[in-house]
């Protein structure tokens, strides 16, 4: 008999236990980060986190892809077993996401998809920066700085990410009005700064004459300066990044010291992820897809941008 109290008492705490920690929250969140080696994305994941503590009834549970499609979407059904509310999700690759996205949204889970986009329609809302429009910005610029002549080496993210695709294609298209400026070599250092280090030197062995190198992410740029440097080149060419975080070792600061010629700028989109997550949890309508500025940073207004 006493042993059955025993056990009946610990049952009823356990139980009680439970109701308590899932009244602590009303909503539970997933949230799929394609990979955390980016210091972009390390911001995205902070400004989520603080944006968090503004929405007390809602618990957001983290997953890191590691850059690997397979994980991702193994880490997107685990979601799907702990029963969330809403999926935040920034694809490591479109086609590879897209399915289990599209299965998650058609289950009556709203998704927010986070910078870049999936195939199709899928999903609550997509809130990012327009990569195409700088990609356009981007080829302008270095038409201009070049003033119409010159030899560029192209710097890309990972092949099959929207972001690589679309801050590449309008670049070239803004540059073919241009003969004289030329693309003379182009690699994939998966929006690394470690890989665009390691790649870079091959290139300059192989190219004598390089006036501008444009890369699709800030640490992929320092990357390839660094590999200058390393040559004594680095003053032979200028260097252009996309991102612009605003902390010491940011896109901002680089422009400020002289690294990069400039860099434009990219919001992490973590704030307003959370916010918009939190209005169609309580039944709010909200845009299909919303775009987000992406200034360009210079000398002019770096300081502007920057927060040390």
Same mark, same amino acid.
């Given at each position: 008999?006493?042993?059955?109290?025993?056990?009946?008492?610990?049952?009823?705490?356990?139980?009680?236990?439970?109701?308590?920690?899932?009244?602590?929250?009303?909503?539970?969140?997933?949230?799929?980060?394609?990979?955390?080696?980016?210091?972009?994305?390390?911001?995205?994941?902070?400004?989520?986190?603080?944006?968090?503590?503004?929405?007390?009834?809602?618990?957001?549970?983290?997953?890191?892809?590691?850059?690997?499609?397979?994980?991702?979407?193994?880490?997107?059904?685990?979601?799907?077993?702990?029963?969330?509310?809403?999926?935040?999700?920034?694809?490591?690759?479109?086609?590879?996401?897209?399915?289990?996205?599209?299965?998650?949204?058609?289950?009556?889970?709203?998704?927010?998809?986070?910078?870049?986009?999936?195939?199709?329609?899928?999903?609550?809302?997509?809130?990012?920066?327009?990569?195409?429009?700088?990609?356009?910005?981007?080829?302008?610029?270095?038409?201009?700085?070049?003033?119409?002549?010159?030899? &560029?080496?192209?710097?890309?993210?990972?092949?099959?990410?929207?972001?690589?695709?679309?801050?590449?294609i309008?670049?070239?298209?803004?540059?073919?009005?241009?003969?004289d &400026?030329?693309?003379?070599?182009?690699?994939?250092?998966?929006?690394?700064?470690?890989?665009?280090?390691?790649?870079?030197?091959?290139?300059?062995?192989?190219?004598?004459? &390089?006036?501008?190198?444009?890369?699709?992410?800030?640490?992929?740029?320092?990357?390839?300066?660094?590999?200058?440097?390393?040559?004594?080149?680095?003053?032979?060419?200028?260097?252009?990044?996309?991102?612009?975080?605003?902390?010491?070792?940011?896109?901002?600061?680089?422009?400020?010291?002289?690294?990069?010629?400039?860099?434009?700028?990219?919001?992490?989109?973590?704030?307003e992820?959370?916010?918009?997550?939190?209005?169609?949890l309580?039944?709010?309508?909200?845009?299909?897809n919303?775009?987000?500025?992406?200034?360009?940073?210079?000398?002019?207004?770096?300081?502007?941008?920057y927060?040390?």
């Amino acid at each position: 008999m006493n042993r059955l109290c025993i056990l009946g008492t610990l049952s009823l705490c356990l139980l009680l236990a439970s109701c308590g920690a899932k009244e602590e929250y009303k909503y539970l969140v997933g949230f799929s980060q394609c990979n955390l080696e980016e210091p972009w994305r390390q911001a995205m994941n902070a400004a989520v986190q603080n944006e968090a503590v503004n929405h007390p009834d809602m618990k957001i549970i983290y997953a890191d892809a590691h850059q690997d499609n397979d994980e991702q979407v193994s880490q997107i059904r685990s979601f799907l077993t702990q029963k969330i509310d809403l999926l935040m999700v920034s694809p490591n690759e479109a086609a590879p996401l897209t399915p289990v996205v599209q299965e998650v949204y058609n289950s009556g889970i709203p998704v927010v998809v986070i910078d870049r986009a999936i195939v199709g329609d899928s999903y609550t809302c997509f809130v990012g920066g327009d990569n195409k429009e700088i990609g356009r910005k981007a080829g302008e610029f270095i038409a201009e700085i070049l003033q119409g002549k010159g030899n &560029i080496i192209e710097i890309k993210g990972l092949a099959g990410s929207p972001p690589a695709v679309d801050r590449s294609i309008p670049m070239r298209e803004a540059l073919s009005a241009y003969p004289d &400026i030329k693309i003379i070599a182009e690699f994939e250092a998966r929006w690394l700064r470690n890989e665009a280090n390691q790649q870079f030197p091959s290139v300059l062995q192989a190219n004598e004459n &390089i006036n501008l190198v444009y890369a699709h992410n800030d640490p992929m740029a320092m990357g390839a300066y660094l590999a200058a440097q390393n040559v004594g080149r680095e003053k032979d060419m200028l260097f252009i990044g996309v991102d612009g975080l605003p902390g010491p070792d940011g896109g901002a600061k680089m422009v400020l010291d002289g690294i990069l010629t400039a860099t434009f700028y990219y919001p992490n989109c973590g704030k307003e992820a959370v916010q918009i997550a939190t209005k169609i949890l309580n039944g709010e309508t909200v845009e299909k897809n919303i775009s987000l500025d992406t200034p360009v940073i210079t000398r002019e207004n770096a300081q502007q941008f920057y927060q040390p």
